[in-house]
């Protein structure tokens, strides 16, 4: 396991050296870039309901409650948004990690890689704003919540949940101060700022 690990981690490296190239505002300010990543959660989640064996984890992992109060998260400024987002990826990441690392093979395991692929680009690209440096000592109440969680699908359910959710309205709330008149006319279309449906409250 400990060799695919470093396989998977060489693959994600090899897949974020482009997003180093892209500049953080180009994620916000490119509004097809978060409705791609949307639709491809919502394909993920798709793909492992049509796993025929879909094995319970014999250990639980943790997962974040990626829910929120739509009140609260525009009560928060931009900066303590962006903590709170990179706090929940970098929890699922983890617990993506130690789901993968119970499995040996399955129709979920390749689709687990997909995710965590996925999620860990998010995190280099959201890091790359620069929010961690401001702020490194997070306060104790200010941490992600955490549940025990056996089931594959949650795992998928819950990345789904935090792209539409949080991450879908942080660059919302981004691109007011990070893109040029031009990107700001594209993303004030009724089709780039319809918020897909959201369920504000706290858990899956």
């Known amino acids: 396991m400990e060799l695919n690990r470093l396989l998977l981690l060489l693959t994600v490296f090899l897949l974020c050296l482009d997003l180093f190239e892209m500049s953080p505002t180009r994620l916000v300010c490119d509004r097809r870039l ?3 990543y949307i639709t491809e ?4 989640e798709d793909k492992v309901s049509q796993c025929e064996e879909l094995p319970f984890l014999q250990q639980p992992v943790q997962l974040p409650l990626v829910g929120f109060s739509l009140r609260e998260w525009m009560a928060k400024t931009n900066q303590d948004k962006g903590q709170e987002t ?4 970098a929890d699922l990441v983890d617990g993506t990690a130690a789901a993968q690392d119970q499995l040996s093979r399955g129709c979920a395991l390749p689709l687990l890689q997909q ?3 996925k999620a860990s680009s998010f995190l280099l690209q959201l890091r790359n704003f620069g929010w961690q440096e401001q702020n490194p000592t997070a306060q ?4 992600s919540q955490l549940i025990p969680e056996r089931n ?6 819950t990345y789904k949940q935090l792209v539409r959710g949080k991450l879908h309205f942080l660059f919302h709330d981004l691109w007011k101060d990070f893109c040029n ?3 700001q006319q594209r993303a004030a279309s009724p089709a780039a700022l319809q918020p897909p449906s959201l369920t504000t409250s706290r858990g899956h």
């Open 34 to 36: 978060i409705q791609k």
């Open 41 to 44: 959660a919502m394909d993920l």
């Open 86 to 89: 990179l706090r929940d990826l």
């Open 115 to 117: 995710l965590y692929e």
């Open 140 to 143: 104790p109440e200010s941490s």
């Open 152 to 157: 594959l699908r949650t795992i998928f359910g």
């Open 181 to 183: 008149a031009e990107d």
